[in-house]
């Protein structure tokens, strides 16, 4: 799709806004101890080691097999790089991903923790520091490229260069920037600063349980629905809908005691902003999807404008598909998206980044009014499928929806390539150009009967089509 532009006054404005949350968050400290580690032109031969560690994620802990997620590292491995899993891929899978799909033969490391979720830990051991070690010495040098920039994954960083005493760098923010972009509540004031209040929700912000019943009773007042949400979690994990007529009947007494048990479930720490939020009735939820260079490397850029496919009040995530908006709206929020993403990166911001938003009115109208609701500095689950629909196909993305699937219990224990053979020639292949389907994220397929899949089609509604009616006959559901 087309890249809008910055203007010289878009910058400008945005290098304002960053100097000004630079000095007051005083940043430039937090920031130094990182700046040696960060990643710029000298990297761009070295080998990536590809990880995704989710321990910076609240919720997570919990879910079955989110170990095997690592495995979605394995889409931005080509020939040369490493990946890190603390376990062994789905059989058939690797060959999938070679012979299928033509995606190169990077190397597998296995490492292991205590919490299975923290890969980044479980490669910062002396085993498999030495052998992190010697591909950088191969190399000349090796760069970290993570699914979120968390702590650990700079400790690893640190931990390979004193080990090698060769250069290290991440494909990342480092952790105070990181936090500026993933936090809610710093979103808000970056975005308001920026780009005006007219870009946000309504949103006060309180610290305790009885300042945040209040704020909720005040909000409630005037807006017909109103949600609490907690500021550094993921897919509506951390958000209370509540219908505002109803909170207008209650006594304050059942007004905290409904806060306090938000607050429990959400595992709040006591002094941590929460967020009271108008909650906008629609539709539309778009997100804009934008790579952030090296600050030396040029300008923030657009890779896209995606629907999401989301599920109840709260609006869990399932899944994406291209835009199918009109195009004016489409550009107003990728304008919108840039400029933020220049101020981000003035902070020190490197690597993948996309926005939510709602839009409320017409969606053809001038007046279609798009609101920037939370920022995800990391990779997921619209850029993944993004990135691996364009590395197989470069310069031409196809119509597609992406999601995950899960087999009905009749069918649960199917291996991957039982899998594969059901889905048959529909599967796609990179070396004819043919096929409707793309596998990925297949490691809880054998625990919990759920893979990713992603459906091609010659418009939208055809690949919607071929995943709603195809796929569930080829499986024979």
Known sequence: MPTPGLTDHDRADARRVADHLRERWKLDAELQPFRHLAIDSHAAEWPHLHLEDVTGIPFLDGIVGIEQYQHRARVRAQDGDLFAAGTAPAEGYEEYCQQRLALGAPDLVLATDEDPRAIARACNTPEVLDRLASHAREAGGLVIHPYMAIASVWELAEALRARTDLPCAVLGPPPPTLWIANDKSHLSTLVEELLGPEWIVETARAKDARAIASSLSELASRCDWVGLKRTRCASAMGNLVLDARELRAASPEELLTLVETFLTRTQWCEGEDVLIVEWVQTDLSPSTQVWIPPASQGPPRLDGVYEQLLEGPEKMFLGSRPSTL???????????????????????????????????????????????????????????????????????????????????????????????????????????????????????????????????????????????????QRLGL
């Open 326 to 472: 009109p195009e004016a709206l489409n550009a107003k929020m990728g304008q919108a998206s840039l400029k933020v993403c220049d101020a981000l990166q003035q902070l020190g911001y490197v690597g993948r980044c996309s926005f939510d938003f709602i839009v409320s009115g017409d969606p053809s109208s001038p007046d279609a009014h798009p609101r920037i609701t939370e920022c995800n500095g990391r990779w997921g689950g619209t850029s993944t499928p993004m990135h691996l629909v364009d590395r197989l196909f470069p310069g031409s993305r196809p119509h597609y929806v992406a999601t995950d699937f899960y087999l009905p219990p009749s069918h649960q224990g199917i291996t991957f390539p039982e899998l594969c053979e059901q889905l048959g020639d529909d599967l796609y292949d990179a070396s004819t150009g043919t096929g409707r389907f793309i596998l990925y994220n297949v490691g809880p397929l054998a625990e919990r009967g759920k893979f990713d899949i992603i459906a091609l089609g010659d418009t939208p509604a055809t690949a919607r089509q071929n995943l709603e009616e195809r796929l569930p």
